[in-house]
């Protein structure tokens, strides 16, 4: 009983947080631990965007007067390469960083934790897509630099941004899943790049797929990088009059890119989910 004239007891509020909010405050606050330790070790950031700025100047620069595109100028042609390359080899990070934190035992401490079991891995792609940005703007710069222009609208230019960096996104899930499947952090460096160099390299992100042979002409044609980098170039106002292979992925890319995206997301984000409660039960 309450005496009389005594103050009634206050009861603290029962505050209740459903499992969406705990699911993405768990998500935040290990993208801000990445986010923290790129900002503490900025070389990291440095060597992510050097190599890319290094095949600008290395291409337009030095290979560009050699290399002919019909129907628009190398430059133009090259940018959109770059910047899809950029955003694939970025994605990297998820994997490298996966592969390095169970090495380093933190996979048991963070099990440990009251925590989302997909939070670590929420974080981890959300840092790299944070560092594929900073990354791009550096890359656009670069390009104005040595002479590339936007030849679309503002909404078009920032459409081909956004795909660009969703495939990123969508692609870092693959990388880490990689990066939970690998022995040591040295594996998963020589693996990624066993798949990202012919993805990359054999596709029409340098010179026009119609100049290769046959059969890496039809591996071009289908590649996604190659259906990435015709978006960009198509939503950037870069295509100019060159000519468009005769191909679905080609005709019709951003279409192609969007599905790709889908896809990478549906397979590989509950299956890195999986992978990692495996390995977090130890």
Known sequence: MTAVGARPRQQLPVVVTSPVAVWFEDGWTVTKRN?????????????????????????????????????????????AG????????????????????????????????????SAVLVGRTNSDLVLNAISMVI?????????????????EFLAGVALLLLFSY???????LLGMSVRTPE????????????????SNAFVPSETMPLVLR??????????LVQAARELFGNVGTAPVPDVWTMQHPVATVLV?????LVVFVPWSVRKYTRISAG
């Open 139 to 155: 890359m656009m710069l670069t390009g104005l630099a040595v002479g590339w222009r936007v030849g679309s609208a503002p909404h």
């Open 187 to 202: 594996v998963i460096n020589n693996a990624s790049f066993m798949i990202l160099f012919p993805l990359t390299f054999i």
């Open 170 to 176: 969508a692609f870092s899930w693959v990388m880490a």
């Open 218 to 227: 039809v591996f071009a044609e289908w590649n996604p990088v190659s259906s």
């Open 82 to 117: 770059i910047f899809a390359q950029t955003v694939v080899f970025g994605a990297t990070f998820s994997g490298s960083a996966m592969a390095q934190d169970l090495k380093e035992g933190l996979i048991d401490r963070f099990r440990t934790l009251p925590m989302s079991a």
């Open 260 to 264: 790709g995206i889908a896809v990478m």
């Open 35 to 79: 986010l923290t330790k790129i900002k503490r070790s900025p070389d990291m950031l440095v060597f992510a965007v050097l190599q890319p700025i290094m095949f600008v100047l290395l291409f337009s620069q030095v290979y560009g007067g050699a290399i002919q595109v019909r129907g628009t100028d190398y430059t133009q042609f090259l940018m």
